[in-house]
Nanobody
């Protein structure tokens, strides 16, 4: 099982980034996918989630209207489009796959929002 995030980096406030998570080693289309983020000294928190069928999405209040999660079950990828980025969005972003009691995590990608 492997989840590999990419697309992180340094961006100015107000800018955009698109994170991508490539999955392999499991039946991607059967898993709910989500993005989490974590800053040093704090818990990892959910940012956005999308179910296996991709019918509905869930967002943390802090990112509603700015972030969009999407998935491509044919390509085994889940993306996070982040617009209007703020300094408080700075964190390590993680991709997570969940099905019943199975949880898989990626290694994370750093996003830094700073001028």
């Amino acid at each position: 099982v492997q989840l590999v995030e990419s697309g992180g980096g340094l961006v100015q406030p107000g800018g955009s980034l698109r994170l991508s998570c490539a999955a392999s080693g499991f039946t991607f289309s059967s898993y709910d996918m989500s993005w989490y983020r974590q800053v040093p000294g704090k818990e990892r928190v959910m940012v956005a989630a999308i179910p296996s069928a991709g019918v509905s999405t869930t967002y943390a209040d802090s990112v509603k209207g700015r972030f969009t999660i999407s998935r491509d079950n044919a390509k085994n990828t889940v993306d996070l489009q982040m617009n209007s980025l703020k300094p408080e969005d700075t964190a390590v972003y993680y991709c997570k796959a969940r099905r019943a009691w199975s949880n898989y995590w990626g290694q994370g990608t750093q996003v830094t929002v700073s001028s």
